[in-house]
Protein backbone atom coordinates (compact mmCIF):
# COMPACT_ATOMS: atom_id res chain seq x y z
CA UNK A 1 0.00 0.00 0.00
CA UNK A 2 0.94 3.53 -0.37
CA UNK A 3 -0.50 6.78 1.52
CA UNK A 4 -2.04 8.76 -0.74
CA UNK A 5 -3.65 11.39 1.46
CA UNK A 6 -3.76 11.49 5.28
CA UNK A 7 -4.90 14.34 7.92
CA UNK A 8 -6.27 13.96 11.85
CA UNK A 9 -9.56 12.40 10.55
CA UNK A 10 -9.03 10.36 7.68
CA UNK A 11 -6.22 8.28 5.46
CA UNK A 12 -6.44 7.17 1.82
CA UNK A 13 -4.02 4.38 0.67
CA UNK A 14 -3.56 3.42 -2.69
CA UNK A 15 -3.64 -0.79 -2.31
CA UNK A 16 -1.77 -3.58 -4.24
CA UNK A 17 -4.40 -6.31 -5.99
CA UNK A 18 -2.83 -9.03 -3.58
CA UNK A 19 -3.79 -6.84 -0.52
CA UNK A 20 -7.09 -7.28 1.59
CA UNK A 21 -9.19 -4.85 3.41
CA UNK A 22 -10.72 -6.85 5.72
CA UNK A 23 -9.54 -9.79 7.67
CA UNK A 24 -11.53 -13.06 6.12
CA UNK A 25 -11.05 -16.88 6.68
CA UNK A 26 -7.64 -16.64 4.96
CA UNK A 27 -6.11 -15.66 7.92
CA UNK A 28 -3.67 -13.08 5.97
CA UNK A 29 -3.16 -9.20 7.45
CA UNK A 30 -6.30 -7.39 6.65
CA UNK A 31 -5.09 -3.76 5.11
CA UNK A 32 -6.69 -2.23 8.19
CA UNK A 33 -4.00 -4.13 10.36
CA UNK A 34 -1.39 -2.35 7.90
CA UNK A 35 -2.86 0.88 8.35
CA UNK A 36 -2.96 0.46 11.72
CA UNK A 37 0.73 -0.65 12.28
CA UNK A 38 1.87 2.37 9.94
CA UNK A 39 -0.13 4.91 12.02
CA UNK A 40 1.49 3.10 15.11
CA UNK A 41 5.04 4.02 14.18
CA UNK A 42 4.49 6.91 12.12
CA UNK A 43 3.49 8.91 15.25
CA UNK A 44 5.11 6.56 17.91
CA UNK A 45 1.38 5.41 19.04
CA UNK A 46 1.49 3.24 22.50
CA UNK A 47 -1.47 0.37 23.04
CA UNK A 48 -4.12 0.23 20.43
CA UNK A 49 -4.45 3.00 16.94
CA UNK A 50 -8.27 3.47 15.56
CA UNK A 51 -8.86 2.25 11.89
CA UNK A 52 -12.10 2.49 10.69
CA UNK A 53 -13.18 0.52 7.39
CA UNK A 54 -15.77 3.00 5.27
CA UNK A 55 -16.04 0.96 2.34
CA UNK A 56 -14.69 -2.56 0.81
CA UNK A 57 -12.18 -3.08 -2.47
CA UNK A 58 -12.52 -6.68 -3.57
CA UNK A 59 -9.16 -8.37 -2.98
CA UNK A 60 -7.73 -8.43 -6.66
CA UNK A 61 -8.72 -5.23 -7.18
CA UNK A 62 -6.10 -2.51 -7.03
CA UNK A 63 -7.02 1.43 -6.46
CA UNK A 64 -8.28 4.18 -3.42
CA UNK A 65 -9.59 2.72 0.04
CA UNK A 66 -10.55 5.23 2.49
CA UNK A 67 -9.91 4.75 6.36
CA UNK A 68 -11.28 6.72 9.34
CA UNK A 69 -8.85 7.81 11.53
CA UNK A 70 -11.66 8.68 14.51
CA UNK A 71 -15.08 7.25 15.70
CA UNK A 72 -16.70 10.54 14.34
CA UNK A 73 -15.01 10.18 10.74
CA UNK A 74 -16.10 6.61 10.30
CA UNK A 75 -19.86 7.28 11.76
CA UNK A 76 -20.23 10.18 9.21
CA UNK A 77 -18.61 8.31 6.47
CA UNK A 78 -20.08 4.84 7.09
CA UNK A 79 -23.40 7.87 6.37
CA UNK A 80 -22.20 9.26 3.03
CA UNK A 81 -21.13 5.89 1.67
CA UNK A 82 -24.65 4.63 2.43
CA UNK A 83 -26.49 8.00 0.57
CA UNK A 84 -23.69 7.58 -2.04
CA UNK A 85 -22.31 10.90 -1.57
CA UNK A 86 -19.06 9.72 -2.15
CA UNK A 87 -17.83 9.78 -5.73
CA UNK A 88 -16.07 6.51 -7.12
CA UNK A 89 -14.85 6.35 -10.54
CA UNK A 90 -12.93 3.15 -11.75
CA UNK A 91 -10.67 2.40 -14.58
CA UNK A 92 -11.29 -0.88 -16.15
CA UNK A 93 -8.99 -3.08 -18.94
CA UNK A 94 -11.20 -5.08 -20.94
CA UNK A 95 -10.64 -7.23 -24.40
CA UNK A 96 -14.01 -6.45 -26.42
CA UNK A 97 -14.72 -2.86 -27.49
CA UNK A 98 -18.32 -1.77 -25.67
CA UNK A 99 -21.20 -1.46 -28.13
CA UNK A 100 -21.35 2.59 -27.96
CA UNK A 101 -18.35 4.18 -26.57
CA UNK A 102 -20.58 5.82 -23.38
CA UNK A 103 -23.36 4.54 -21.64
CA UNK A 104 -25.15 3.75 -18.58
CA UNK A 105 -25.75 -0.23 -17.39
CA UNK A 106 -28.87 -0.84 -15.06
CA UNK A 107 -29.37 -4.42 -13.96
CA UNK A 108 -30.75 -6.07 -10.59
CA UNK A 109 -27.98 -8.12 -9.39
CA UNK A 110 -28.34 -11.55 -7.42
CA UNK A 111 -25.95 -12.45 -4.75
CA UNK A 112 -25.09 -16.12 -4.41
CA UNK A 113 -22.92 -16.18 -0.98
CA UNK A 114 -21.85 -19.92 -1.47
CA UNK A 115 -20.25 -19.20 -5.00
CA UNK A 116 -19.45 -15.41 -3.51
CA UNK A 117 -20.61 -14.56 -7.41
CA UNK A 118 -23.25 -11.77 -8.59
CA UNK A 119 -25.88 -12.54 -11.30
CA UNK A 120 -26.80 -9.81 -13.32
CA UNK A 121 -30.71 -9.47 -14.60
CA UNK A 122 -32.15 -6.88 -17.04
CA UNK A 123 -35.20 -7.52 -15.35
CA UNK A 124 -35.85 -7.51 -11.26
CA UNK A 125 -35.95 -11.02 -9.52
CA UNK A 126 -36.34 -12.38 -6.46
CA UNK A 127 -33.78 -11.11 -3.79
CA UNK A 128 -32.24 -9.28 -6.59
CA UNK A 129 -30.66 -5.69 -5.46
CA UNK A 130 -30.87 -2.72 -8.49
CA UNK A 131 -27.00 -1.73 -9.49
CA UNK A 132 -26.09 1.26 -11.78
CA UNK A 133 -23.57 2.55 -13.32
CA UNK A 134 -22.21 5.11 -16.32
CA UNK A 135 -19.08 3.47 -18.47
CA UNK A 136 -17.19 5.74 -21.11
CA UNK A 137 -14.57 4.52 -23.38
CA UNK A 138 -11.60 6.74 -22.40
CA UNK A 139 -8.44 4.39 -24.24
CA UNK A 140 -7.13 1.61 -26.14
CA UNK A 141 -4.15 -0.17 -26.96
CA UNK A 142 -2.71 -2.56 -29.25
CA UNK A 143 -5.02 -5.25 -27.75
CA UNK A 144 -7.04 -3.86 -24.97
CA UNK A 145 -10.00 -1.01 -24.47
CA UNK A 146 -9.77 1.07 -21.26
CA UNK A 147 -13.26 2.10 -19.87
CA UNK A 148 -13.91 4.99 -16.74
CA UNK A 149 -16.72 3.47 -14.95
CA UNK A 150 -18.77 6.18 -12.72
CA UNK A 151 -20.36 3.80 -10.18
CA UNK A 152 -23.69 5.36 -8.45
CA UNK A 153 -24.44 1.92 -6.84
CA UNK A 154 -22.39 -0.11 -4.00
CA UNK A 155 -23.01 -3.78 -5.19
CA UNK A 156 -21.30 -6.96 -4.39
CA UNK A 157 -18.97 -7.73 -7.70
CA UNK A 158 -20.93 -4.82 -9.35
CA UNK A 159 -18.67 -3.46 -11.96
CA UNK A 160 -16.84 -6.84 -12.67
CA UNK A 161 -21.07 -8.10 -13.03
CA UNK A 162 -22.31 -5.71 -15.33
CA UNK A 163 -19.11 -5.08 -17.49
CA UNK A 164 -18.98 -9.01 -18.16
CA UNK A 165 -23.13 -8.80 -18.73
CA UNK A 166 -22.27 -6.27 -21.49
CA UNK A 167 -19.86 -8.52 -23.55
CA UNK A 168 -16.44 -6.57 -21.67
CA UNK A 169 -15.66 -8.88 -19.02
CA UNK A 170 -12.31 -7.28 -17.06
CA UNK A 171 -9.17 -8.98 -18.16
CA UNK A 172 -7.89 -11.93 -15.70
CA UNK A 173 -11.78 -11.95 -14.22
CA UNK A 174 -12.10 -15.78 -14.87
CA UNK A 175 -14.80 -15.79 -12.20
CA UNK A 176 -17.02 -13.88 -14.42
CA UNK A 177 -15.94 -15.06 -18.01
CA UNK A 178 -12.55 -13.47 -18.95
CA UNK A 179 -10.96 -15.56 -21.35
CA UNK A 180 -8.59 -17.26 -21.77
CA UNK A 181 -6.41 -17.30 -18.57
CA UNK A 182 -5.55 -15.55 -15.25
CA UNK A 183 -3.57 -12.49 -14.98
CA UNK A 184 -0.03 -13.93 -13.33
CA UNK A 185 0.03 -12.19 -9.53
CA UNK A 186 -3.88 -13.23 -9.38
CA UNK A 187 -5.22 -9.26 -9.97
CA UNK A 188 -8.11 -8.13 -12.38
CA UNK A 189 -7.41 -5.46 -14.25
CA UNK A 190 -10.16 -3.02 -12.51
CA UNK A 191 -8.48 -0.30 -10.19
CA UNK A 192 -10.21 2.13 -7.80
CA UNK A 193 -8.64 5.21 -9.51
CA UNK A 194 -10.53 8.56 -8.04
CA UNK A 195 -12.53 9.36 -5.15
CA UNK A 196 -14.48 12.57 -3.94
CA UNK A 197 -16.57 13.49 -0.87
CA UNK A 198 -16.76 16.30 1.20
CA UNK A 199 -14.82 16.28 4.46
CA UNK A 200 -17.00 14.07 7.09
CA UNK A 201 -15.18 16.66 9.78
CA UNK A 202 -13.37 19.90 8.12
CA UNK A 203 -16.37 19.68 5.40
CA UNK A 204 -13.42 20.44 2.78
CA UNK A 205 -14.10 19.16 -0.93
CA UNK A 206 -11.24 15.86 -0.99
CA UNK A 207 -10.39 14.70 -4.46
CA UNK A 208 -7.58 11.96 -4.50
CA UNK A 209 -6.65 9.98 -7.93
CA UNK A 210 -4.22 6.81 -7.17
CA UNK A 211 -1.40 6.06 -9.71
CA UNK A 212 -2.53 3.15 -12.37
CA UNK A 213 -0.08 0.21 -11.46
CA UNK A 214 3.23 -0.21 -12.99
CA UNK A 215 3.25 -2.44 -15.93
CA UNK A 216 3.45 -2.02 -19.50
CA UNK A 217 -0.43 -3.29 -19.41
CA UNK A 218 -1.83 -0.07 -17.87
CA UNK A 219 0.76 2.25 -18.95
CA UNK A 220 0.44 1.55 -23.12
CA UNK A 221 -3.18 3.18 -23.44
CA UNK A 222 -3.04 5.99 -25.58
CA UNK A 223 -5.67 7.82 -23.73
CA UNK A 224 -8.59 9.99 -25.57
Known amino acids: MTVVYEDNHIIIVNKTASEIVQGDKTGDT ?3 ETVKQYLKEKYQKPGNVFVGVTHRLDRPVSGLVVFAKTSKALARLNEM ?43 EVPNSKKAILHYRLIGKSQNYYLLEIDLKTGRHHQIR ?37 VHPVSKEMIEVEAPVPSGNLWNGFEIF
Open 30 to 32: PLS
Open 81 to 123: FKNSEVKKTYWAVVKNPPRTEEGGLVNYLVRNEKQNKSYAYDK
Open 161 to 197: CQLAKMGCPIKGDLKYGYPPRSNPDGSICLHARFVRF
